[in-house]
């Protein structure tokens, strides 16, 4: 199980990180969400961290960078399901993830997502096609 | 990482598959959904295996326990992401999966779960609440 599978629903993305991240896991999940981003026109990503119990540093960064990459691709990053002991060590470690905005669950963070799309969309229309 | 996140949206829960299966997991995720089909009143389970380049006849007869859990509970099982090679191994290990319905992704599973959904409520609205 070499890749993190990434799910399409509706205009959003949905990744679900489950298992021990390391660096080619890291690299192959930045290529196909970038990848997926740009040829579903996808507004928004959430990533799942529920199921970790532990972030480091590492995490913290990957998170980040997804959040940037997403962001030049002009989709949102909404991550949901952080334990509380998860948001504790990550302040702890100096990691406020700025630009990234966080939810309780999938619901409220798609939710959150159509409502930033919404406002976006109604600020300019195409953004994404003067590359 | 003891345990696999079920995410619920809307109506219907999602439980995405990625890492080696192996007794105590299947046994944690059983109780876990179970529970929280229960909780929840959700009406549908989708179960994506689009991560899994194979499967076994442990991993078969674990998605169709997860389907039977949840039809007495009322809640139909929907797996989806299911790869061209897991097929072809699932029907020479001799497992159809009875009683489990297949969608190619996420967006179809749920378009199956909503039609399945309404046909039901037409045909009987509080079966749930005759145990």
Redesign the interface.
């Known amino acids: ?1 070499e ?3 990434i ?4 205009d959003f993305l ?1 990744v ?1 990180i ?3 991240m390391h660096d080619r896991l890291v690299t192959t999940l930045q290529d196909d969400l970038t990848l997926m981003i740009s040829r579903s026109g996808a507004t928004g990503v959430l990533i ?1 961290i ?4 532990m972030v480091d540093s590492f995490i913290g960064r990957m998170i980040g960078n997804i959040a940037g990459m997403s962001r030049v691709l002009d989709a949102e990053t909404v991550v949901v ?1 952080m334990r509380p002991a998860v948001a504790i060590t990550l302040v702890e470690l100096g990691l406020s993830l700025p630009g990234v905005r966080t939810a309780l ?3 409220k963070g ?1 939710a959150l997502l159509r409502s930033a799309t919404r406002r976006r969309s109604g600020e300019a229309d195409d953004g994404r096609d003067e590359g």
Chains 1, 2 share one sequence.
């Open positions: 199980m890749r993190i599978p799910l399409k629903m509706g949905l679900t489950q298992v021990d799942d529920s199921s970790l119990d399901g669950d999938v619901e798609m």
